[in-house]
């Protein structure tokens, strides 16, 4: 049970700490992160970020590169600048999928390019009819001699228009069959075309729409995982895909909230109303203790599922305890950081709008609040809400 940092992950922080203040925060300078991320952009970033990383891993104690050490990176990676981690979390994440469940061809092929941004990936389930149910994708692939033909739409992708590369959930229609299954669009051999869609917050990080007419796709993209007895492998790599993503925007959730959280207890130790600091008002420090504590326990839940994750077990209960619980508190808090500055937190000129804006967006990809609570339901009674 993972309850605090040991003495090696406590030295994982403050490396990862000083690495996120020396590398990330000052690309805020050069790069506007109030507009979508070009493909360019994000390029010349990640190839520049990538060699300090390496020399950073290679420094540390392989038996320190745990997933609670990834964790840690994660946090410190979203303090620094949200739009950007959500951006390389998403553009890289095919390469996870691929790793897991890909042919040795198509790893060899697509991990190296997409962990090096030489082609930025993206992972597309959602469609417009087909949000919280990817049961549902309406999207076809259909065999047609050597490829299928992918027809449909998807949107609210993440780095959609900025892609190279999708992972687009599909029905597969092949042998006078259909099951759901993934296939792998490379956009330089089989073009698609794509839109940006402008949104509330992480106004830096690209999600949009892709559009699929007649795309020809070579049949070794199908990303076809290990056949399991019933046939829906293709929906069992998608689910799996979600206990780890969800880990992660948990601890994007508690960074962007602790961010919040440390301007917050700084005004209160500076602003002074009725000839004292605002933090010495009983109903400040109420509102200081409620968010402390509200940090910890998601950060809590979020850790203990990534512990399990480093034991080899499945944490689908405790991954959606966490994500939902960090995505919901990360939206009080920011909102309470905002009521701690007063008219100030209203401004732009501070940081809280934003950060309550970003935070603001995670209750709602990798399974809404409402479908996290309706899986743990599920797991602790045995009983359906989906059927
Ligand atoms: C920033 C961001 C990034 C995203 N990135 C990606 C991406 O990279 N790839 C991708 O495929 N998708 C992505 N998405 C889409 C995201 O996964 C979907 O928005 C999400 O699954 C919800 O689907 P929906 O928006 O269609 O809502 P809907 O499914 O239409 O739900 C609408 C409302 O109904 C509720 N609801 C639905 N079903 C039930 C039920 N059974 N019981 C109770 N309440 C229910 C929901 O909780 C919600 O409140 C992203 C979304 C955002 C905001």
């Not at 949009?208 to 199908?222: A, H, I, K, M, S």
């Not at 609570?373 to 009674?381: E, P, Q, S």
Request: negative net charge.
């Amino acid at each position: 049970m993972f309850l605090d940092y040991t003495d090696e992950q406590a030295l994982v922080a403050h490396t990862a700490r000083e690495f996120a203040e020396r590398e990330i925060v000052p690309l805020g300078e050069r790069y506007d992160f109030d507009k979508p991320i070009t493909r360019d952009e994000f390029r010349e970033i990640w190839q520049g970020l990538l060699p300090a990383l390496m020399r950073l891993l290679e420094g540390m104690d392989p038996k320190d590169l745990d997933y609670i050490s990834l964790g840690i990176f994660i946090e410190e990676f979203f303090k620094a600048n949200p739009s950007l981690a959500c951006t390389v979390g998403m553009a890289l994440g095919p390469a996870g999928t691929l790793y897991l469940f890909a042919s040795d061809e198509l790893k060899a092929r697509y991990i190296p390019l997409i962990v090096s941004a030489h082609k930025i990936g993206c992972t597309a389930i959602t469609e417009p009819d087909v949000g919280s149910n990817p049961a549902e994708v309406q999207c076809t692939a259909a065999r047609d001699g050597d490829s299928y033909v992918l027809n449909g739409t998807k949107t609210w992708i993440s780095c959609a228009h900025i892609s190279d590369v999708a992972l687009v959930t599909c029905r597969v229609r092949e042998n006078g069959g259909e099951e759901p299954g993934i296939i792998l669009v490379d956009r330089e051999e089989s073009p698609y075309a794509s839109s940006e869609l402008p949104h509330l917050g992480l106004k830096g990080f690209p999600t949009g729409e892709l559009y699929f007419d007649d795309c020809r796709v070579p049949l070794c993209n199908r990303v076809k995982g290990e056949r399991k007895k019933g046939g829906r492998e293709g929906l069992r790599m998608v689910f799996q895909g979600f206990e780890y993503a969800r880990i992660a925007m948990a601890l994007g959730a508690v960074a962007m909230a602790q961010a919040a959280f440390e301007y917050a207890v700084s005004y209160a130790r500076e602003r002074r109303q009725w000839g004292k600091l605002i933090g010495e008002h009983q109903m400040v420090q109420e509102m200081i203790t409620d968010m402390a504590t509200a940090i910890d326990c998601a950060r809590l839940l979020a850790y203990r599922a990534l512990s399990l994750l480093q034991q080899g077990k499945r944490c689908d209960r405790e991954a959606c305890m966490a994500k939902y619980f960090a995505t919901e508190m990360a939206v009080e808090v920011t909102s309470k950081a905002i009521q701690i500055h007063g008219a100030n937190g209203l401004s732009e000129e501070y940081p809280l709008e934003r950060l309550f804006r970003d935070a603001r967006m995670f209750t709602i990809p990798d399974g809404t609040t409402q479908i996290q609570k309706l899986i743990v339901a599920r797991d602790i009674l045995g009983l359906s809400a989906f059927s």
